[in-house]
Each structure stands twice: as structure tokens, then as C-alpha cells.
T-cell receptor, first 113, second 112 residues
Framework: ETGVTQTPRHLVMGMTNKKSLKCEQH?????MYWYKQSAKKPLELMFV???????ENNSVPSRFSPECPNSSHLFLHLHTLQPEDSALYLC????????????FGPGTRLTVT | KNQVEQSPQSLIILEGKNCTLQ??????????LRWYKQDTGRGPVSLTI?????NTKSNGRYTATLDADTKQSSLHITASQLSDSASYIC???????????FGTGTRLTIIP
């Protein structure tokens, strides 16, 4: 295991639902990331947090709302999603946000119906 | 535009055989290149990280090469095992800000 956990591992939600994805890292890292992985597309960086401050937001729709209450936890709040948001959502952490090495969690497989 | 292209998109080989995966990039300036292995339903796990001055780096049966002049990298897998079945993702880091550019991956399937 990489030291990064994500829950839930699978999630099916309707377009009117509100749900949250959770990520926790046990590595003592200062930076955390959300990525979206769609079939046959490269990983897309969504958000970057460094020491609980958001340092990057890559034009992500407002229906995705991140929250980083401390350096070990990261959430992604979801509401009024679209079917095209169905994907694998990966969390990662690194020592700092310019660090070479990112450690990924197992991901949450999200299906929007 | 910074891009990373991988080939082939998918590959099927017999257990015990060798294979080579390719990665071409246009990222500039270059900082480092990594190969990740991603098992189905799991997150990517780093196999190797190569900087500008490194030509070859091995990690067990995995050997990565880097040609910074031609902007190409390869990942060679020796004596493949069923557990090598996974997607292999090439990731290049931009010098200065360390932003990552991801390839779409090669899906490798090892059959007995």
C-alpha cells in the first residue's frame, strides 16, 4: 500500500445527489492532489493543496468543491454532477507541492446516472 | 504544447516473454521522467524516476531508458509475469514548476 487511502472505493449517484469523496494520507506529506482519470485519456489534475492552502485549480466546474481541513485529509464534495463526470477519481500526496514523487491512493470509481 | 505520447496503446504477450513500451514527449524544459504501473482498480505506483543525466535505470525486471536528445523513453520488461498485467503510464515533469504531463498509458496483458 502507498500510505494513501480513499473512501468510498465505488460510488453511484444520481445527478441531483450530493456526495463526498474522502482521502487520507499517512505519510506526513504537506501537499495533496485530486486527479480525474477517464478512459483512454491522460490523468487530469483538478486541485492541488499545499499546507491546507489551495495552490492550483485547473478550471474545474464548480460542481466539484474541494476541502482540505488539515494536511492529512482531503475531500471532494460533489453536487449536481453530469454523466460525463463518471470516472476514476484519484487522490495523491507528496512531500511538498514541487516534490518529484507523488503517492497515489486506490481511487474512487464514480458513476453518475 | 507539452505532450506525452505512448505506444502501443495496448499489448498482449505470453508469460515469460520480454516487451518494450515507448514514450515520446515534447515537454520543455525537461525536469524528469517517470514510469508508473497502474493495476486495474488501483492507483498508479512509481517504477522509476529519471533525470536529464540518466540514460538507464533498472528496478528488478523493469529497465527504463531515456534519450533526452530525441525526447524518447522506453520501459523494457524482462521475463514477464502474470502480475505485470497493468497499465504503464509515462509522466514528464516540466522544469521550474514541476508540473506533470501524463501520457494515456499502455495497457499490457500477460497471458499464460
Amino acid at each position: 500500500e502507498t500510505g494513501v487511502t480513499q473512501t468510498p472505493r465505488h460510488l453511484v449517484m444520481g445527478m441531483t445527489n450530493k456526495k463526498s469523496l474522502k482521502c487520507e494520507q499517512h505519510l506526513g506529506h504537506n501537499a495533496m492532489y485530486w486527479y480525474k482519470q477517464s478512459a483512454k485519456k491522460p490523468l487530469e489534475l483538478m486541485f492541488v493543496y499545499s499546507l491546507e492552502e489551495r495552490v492550483e485549480n485547473n478550471s474545474v466546474p464548480s460542481r466539484f468543491s474541494p476541502e482540505c481541513p488539515n494536511s492529512s485529509h482531503l475531500f471532494l464534495h460533489l453536487h449536481t454532477l453530469q454523466p460525463e463526470d463518471s470516472a476514476l477519481y484519484l487522490c495523491a500526496s507528496s512531500q511538498d507541492h514541487l516534490s518529484y514523487e507523488q503517492y497515489f491512493g486506490p481511487g474512487t470509481r464514480l458513476t453518475v446516472t | 504544447k507539452n505532450q506525452v505520447e505512448q505506444s502501443p496503446q495496448s499489448l498482449i504477450i505470453l508469460e515469460g516473454k520480454n516487451c518494450t513500451l515507448q514514450c515520446n514527449y515534447t515537454v520543455s524544459p525537461f525536469s524528469n521522467l517517470r514510469w508508473y504501473k497502474q493495476d486495474t482498480g488501483r492507483g498508479p505506483v512509481s517504477l522509476t524516476i529519471m533525470t536529464f543525466s540518466e540514460n538507464t535505470k533498472s528496478n528488478g525486471r523493469y529497465t527504463a531508458t531515456l534519450d533526452a536528445d530525441t525526447k524518447q523513453s522506453s520501459l523494457h520488461i524482462t521475463a514477464s509475469q502474470l502480475s505485470d498485467s497493468a497499465s504503464y503510464i509515462c509522466v514528464v515533469s516540466v522544469g521550474g514548476n514541476e508540473k506533470l504531463t501524463f501520457g494515456t498509458g499502455t495497457r499490457l496483458t500477460i497471458i499464460p
